[in-house]
């Protein structure tokens, strides 16, 4: 795998931008101290045109049932453009602009465009889905993967209060059901009405909120080594319960910006 990338600074902030690694974020640092947990597969990427699981891999246009491939069996998960290579439209010192042409699997053309968008105490990304052939269904995410710990200090701790918890089937997937927010661990979908606003605090090091005008966010923290806070523009398999439409006049587009500061 290719790995030239961008480097983006402000202040004391630093960020790598992978564009042939699926137009991933693959590194933040603060004060030299890497946020994001390392790897191919990790740092932050794009969830596009779909978030989450599609459950068998199946959605509906119209009459038609479309399959996509089953890359966590039995789902489809994730969409298609972190496994793809992403072209540099614009690159800076502190913001670049990274583009993605939708293709096979995915039935519809259309172009994915990020920005990113770096200070000294936030990283704004911002990513639209145009189409200027038909409309098709899609949903927009990002899906960061927070180290743990930083440095070997305490674990990072998660504040939020959701308005409601998506009740999780036994196939991960959401049942259509609104629960009360249950305590961690979690590989859970929150409903955040007023916009997503997650906060972590790593004690005595560092606060990092996670915001985003979207209502959806996921809270993945299974894993030992990190944890994911993802917001999206609608529950996992939204394609067949909460779709939102591209069309040539109205692109899709969302943003999430992080902002931190050192305790």
């Known amino acids: 795998m290719s790995h030239e990338h961008i480097t ?7 960020v790598t931008v992978q ?3 699926g137009g991933r974020i693959g590194g933040l640092r603060i004060d030299g101290t890497e946020l994001l947990r390392q790897g191919d597969r990790f740092g932050c990427f794009p969830m596009v045109p779909w978030c989450g699981r599609v459950r068998d891999g199946r959605f509906r246009d119209g009459a038609t049932v479309r399959q996509m491939p089953l890359n966590s069996p ?18 800076g010192s502190d913001s670049a602009v990274i583009t993605y042409d939708l293709v096979d699997p995915w039935p519809y053309t259309g172009r994915v465009t990020q920005a990113v968008a770096l200070t000294g105490d936030a990283l704004t990304l911002t990513m639209s889905v145009e189409t200027y052939d038909s409309s098709f269904l899609a949903q927009i ?6 180290n743990r710990t930083l440095d ?4 990072v701790r998660l504040g939020f209060t959701a308005a409601w918890q998506e009740e999780r089937g036994a196939d991960h997937l959401p049942t259509g059901n609104r629960v009360d927010p249950k305590p961690g661990p979690w590989d859970d979908c929150f409903g955040m009405p007023g916009g997503v606003d997650v906060t ?9 909120k ?11 923290d299974e894993q030992e080594a990190a944890v994911c806070v993802e917001p999206q523009t609608g ?24 902002t931190w500061r050192r305790l």
């Open 19 to 21: 564009p042939e690694n």
């Open 152 to 155: 070997g200090g305490e674990p």
């Open 74 to 91: 039995p789902h489809a998960i994730h969409g298609t453009a972190r496994d793809g290579a992403w072209t540099v439209a614009h690159s």
């Open 8 to 14: 983006l600074t402000a202040g004391n902030a630093e």
């Open 141 to 146: 995410g990002w899906h960061p993967w927070f």
């Open 200 to 208: 972590l605090t790593w004690p005595g090091r560092l606060e990092l």
């Open 235 to 258: 529950p996992p398999n939204g394609l067949n319960t909460l779709p939102r439409l591209v069309t040539p006049l109205e692109p899709l587009e969302a943003s999430t910006t992080w």
């Open 210 to 220: 996670v915001a985003s005008r979207e209502e959806w966010v996921v809270v993945y």
